[in-house]
């Protein structure tokens, strides 16, 4: 493809980087198990939005701006933790739980508001903005006439390998969901469980 440099190699590292177990792996999961396949997918749409946005701001140069600045770049990393011990804390004590029970329906669960949660999970992780500023440049061929569409190229290509292994983690985590709907009070065990993990991931991110 015009404008890019070791394609084959930038393949390759499409797929390890999505293997590599990471924060939105586990955010991914435990929301597949808790809520099941449909919650799955729409946070890993979600999740691939936020990366396309990192996308679009690397290759405008804003990432850079994180990069320049440790004040950004902490303002950033702090807002994304502790949205996420939001989240935690907001499962954690939701009584309801999101999984049918044998003495209760399942409560309704907004499609946007899971989709949204997933952009801003990965929208507000500095860290992500600043691994497609370091990782897209190596692949992108200085004398590129257009650099800015060959960055933009380069990003959907990674967010549409990420779309497929995504998949592949929800159908296989939300099959787990159906065990914990045959169980007295699992909806709100689940609940705990996936609580606990958003307020772990939000400590680790606001920490390191």
Request: positive net charge.
């Amino acid at each position: 493809m015009e404008g890019i440099v070791n394609l084959p190699l930038f393949l390759v590292s499409c797929v390890a980087l999505n293997v590599m177990p990471g924060p939105d792996t586990i955010y991914l999961v435990t929301r597949s198990i808790a809520q099941g396949r449909r919650a799955g997918l729409l946070s890993s749409w979600g999740l691939c939005t936020g990366a396309l946005v990192h996308t679009f701001a690397a290759a405008l140069g804003l990432s850079a701006v994180l990069s320049a600045s440790a004040h950004a770049f902490s303002a950033v990393k702090y807002a994304g933790a502790v949205y996420l011990i939001y989240l935690g804390v907001k499962t954690f004590f939701d009584k309801s739980g999101p999984l049918p029970t044998d003495n209760e329906p399942a409560a309704p669960v907004s499609g946007c508001r899971i989709f949204f949660q997933g952009i801003l999970v990965d929208v507000l992780n500095p860290k992500v903005a600043l691994f497609f500023l370091a990782f897209l440049p190596q692949f992108i061929d200085h004398r590129a006439p257009n650099k800015f569409a060959t960055f933009l190229l380069l990003g959907a290509i990674l967010v549409l390998f990420s779309l497929v292994w995504e998949g592949i983690l929800v159908l296989g985590s939300s099959r787990l969901s159906g065990y914990f709907t045959r169980n007295e009070n699992s909806g709100r065990r689940v609940n705990r469980v996936a609580g606990s993990i958003f307020v772990s991931l939000g400590v680790r991110m606001g920490l390191v």
